[in-house]
């Protein structure tokens, strides 16, 4: 069988093969799901934690700086978002995907949010300036949060596959994390609907999120912080 027999017989399968899915009742894991055409829905909230401005970061200074900044970075936005029930379902270069469940897990993911700006504001940035007192970097960053059905399968070839994560929210959650980093912290309206008053209110009751005057995602509102809340 010639290389384009097997690419094009892998392709039809594809297409061909009728899809048996399922209501998950947790994040899976790349063993839950089959190589062929099977797939776990979920409803989901997907939050993504983006190292802003990381092409400057390494074109600019040495690569053990830079390497430090992304351990840094990545070690703190993972911990807060275990801390809060997500389950981390990639790493990426320089940003992180997670995925809540449960009754709580718009305000959860939203919890997440504030707490990765905490660290980096409060541990990260001063602990750069303590170490490397005559860089002027001080790590930006943007956390994107949407909530809606995931439809869930397993992609690539034998011995070297991952699950993808195809639904809206996966989508508009990195797409967010594009925006300015002057707002650290964005999610959708319908995350914010859901928010309980603990997620969307400081503790002397003051409003963390407002709407974005500017920016929507295909219609939908998009709410943003500069807030933070200590881990």
């Given at each position: 069988?010639?290389?384009?027999?097997?690419?094009?017989?892998?392709?039809?399968?594809?297409?061909?093969?009728?899809?048996?899915?399922?209501?998950?009742q947790?994040?899976?894991?790349?063993?839950?799901?089959?190589?062929?055409?099977?797939?776990?829905?979920?409803?989901?909230?997907?939050?993504?934690?983006?190292?802003?401005?990381?092409t400057?970061?390494?074109?600019?200074?040495?690569?053990?700086?830079?390497?430090?900044?992304?351990?840094?970075y990545?070690?703190?936005?993972?911990?807060?978002?275990?801390?809060?029930?997500?389950?981390?379902?990639?790493?990426?270069?320089?940003?992180?995907?997670?995925?809540?469940?449960?009754?709580s897990?718009?305000?959860?993911?939203?919890?997440?949010?504030?707490?990765?700006?905490?660290?980096?504001?409060?541990?990260?940035?001063p602990l750069?300036?303590?170490?490397?007192?005559r860089t002027?970097?001080?790590?930006?960053?943007?956390?994107?949060?949407?909530?809606?059905q995931?439809f869930?399968?397993?992609?690539?070839?034998?011995?070297?596959?991952?699950?993808?994560?195809?639904?809206?929210?996966?989508?508009?959650?990195a797409?967010?994390?594009?925006?300015?980093?002057?707002?650290?912290?964005?999610?959708?309206?319908?995350?914010?609907?859901?928010?309980?008053?603990?997620?969307?209110?400081s503790?002397?009751?003051?409003?963390?999120?407002?709407?974005?005057?500017?920016?929507?995602?295909?219609?939908?509102?998009i709410?943003?912080?500069?807030?933070?809340?200590?881990?």
């Amino acid at each position: 069988m010639s290389l384009v027999e097997d690419y094009t017989e892998a392709v039809e399968k594809i297409f061909k093969d009728t899809w048996t899915t399922r209501e998950g009742q947790k994040v899976p894991e790349s063993k839950d799901v089959g190589l062929g055409n099977d797939a776990v829905k979920l409803d989901g909230t997907v939050l993504y934690a983006d190292l802003d401005e990381s092409t400057n970061l390494v074109d600019s200074y040495k690569p053990q700086f830079a390497a430090e900044i992304y351990k840094a970075y990545l070690s703190c936005a993972a911990k807060v978002i275990r801390g809060e029930g997500g389950e981390i379902t990639s790493y990426d270069g320089d940003r992180i995907m997670a995925v809540y469940i449960g009754d709580s897990k718009n305000s959860s993911a939203a919890q997440s949010a504030l707490k990765i700006n905490y660290t980096v504001t409060n541990i990260i940035n001063p602990l750069i300036k303590k170490h490397y007192p005559r860089t002027n970097y001080q790590v930006k960053q943007v956390v994107g949060i949407d909530s809606s059905q995931l439809f869930i399968a397993r992609t690539g070839i034998r011995g070297s596959n991952d699950l993808v994560w195809v639904g809206r929210s996966a989508n508009y959650a990195a797409k967010l994390c594009s925006f300015s980093s002057n707002y650290p912290s964005r999610l959708t309206e319908t995350v914010y609907n859901k928010l309980n008053d603990s997620a969307k209110y400081s503790s002397n009751g003051k409003l963390m999120w407002t709407l974005d005057p500017f920016e929507t995602m295909n219609g939908l509102r998009i709410y943003r912080s500069t807030w933070w809340r200590s881990v």
